[in-house]
């Protein structure tokens, strides 16, 4: 009987410890969610360009003729175009270009004698200690303007993508042109004023340079509509408050080696 109840409680026992299998469905919702985005990036990066490919832009030559193309920078002339990073970039360079302003001097930087005028008592009149007092010609002012710093930060990376969405937005809207041979022109006002009329640059216009340019400078110094600014210089405030972009052909390495490649 003994061998008989040990045998029971084996029996008994054993089929009580069942191995669980049957949870697959957890590790197959984790690989959806896993795979699902592996897929949309496969499909985007299919239909995005090529690393490195550009804009393709039409170059006009000093009197209007197509010559050639040239190649704009993706990073600044395909960018997303962000209107509050524009904004907030125009706001910083407006502030930045405020000076600080009136500024008086104060009792303490008045120059003058620190002698007591008169002695303290015995003299019938108010006690002073100086004649740098506000209340005496030439003394010190009390509660005068101060000077005041407006200057406001403004990360490089943000003012790069500010930029981009300013130079893609005058792009799509067709005020990009890209001309060759400005640098050859005779330094006369005469040429460039027909220069402008050739491409159609009739409006206010900023003309981009690859840097120190003499002959251009002279050239388009003295034409009102016109503004210069230096390639490496160029700000989203210049692109925005100008209705045309004139680029030199030699200025788009400048400006590529400048903003583009440092993303």
């Known amino acids: 009987m003994p061998k008989a ?22 590790t197959r919702a ?34 209007g003729a197509t010559s050639g193309k040239v190649s704009l920078p993706r990073e600044l002339f395909a960018a997303t175009i962000n209107q509050q990073l524009m904004a907030q970039a ?22 003058g004698s620190t002698r007591k005028i ?9 006690r002073h200690g100086a004649i740098r007092a506000p209340i005496f010609v030439g003394g ?40 060759s041979g400005l640098s050859a022109l005779e330094p006369k006002t005469k040429y460039m004023a027909k220069t402008l009329s050739a491409i159609g640059a009739v409006k206010k216009t900023l003309l981009v340079t690859p840097g120190s340019v003499p002959g251009v400078v002279r050239a388009a110094r003295n034409i009102q509509i016109l503004d210069i600014v ?26 590529r080696r400048t903003f583009a490649t440092k993303q």
């Open 5 to 26: 109840r040990l045998t029971k409680s084996v029996t008994t026992k054993t089929p009580k410890k069942p191995v669980a299998k049957s949870k697959p469905a957890p």
């Open 30 to 63: 984790v690989t959806k969610l896993r795979t699902l985005p592996v897929k949309k990036q496969v499909l985007a990066a299919k239909d995005a360009p090529p690393e490195g490919a550009g804009v393709p832009v039409s170059v006009v030559d000093v009197h």
């Open 90 to 111: 125009v706001r910083v360079y407006l502030a930045n270009q405020r000076e600080r302003g009136a500024a008086t001097k104060t009792r303490g930087e008045v120059e």
């Open 118 to 126: 008169y002695r303290q008592k015995g003299t019938g009149r108010a």
């Open 140 to 179: 010190g002012i009390v509660f005068g303007p101060r000077p005041h710093d407006f200057h406001l930060d403004f990360p490089k990376k943000m003012k790069r993508r500010a930029l981009g969405s300013a130079l893609t937005s005058k792009l799509g809207s067709g005020d990009v042109i890209v001309v």
């Open 230 to 255: 230096p390639a490496q210089e160029l700000h989203t405030y210049s692109v925005l408050t100008n209705q045309k972009l004139v680029f030199m052909k030699e200025a788009l390495p400048v400006l």
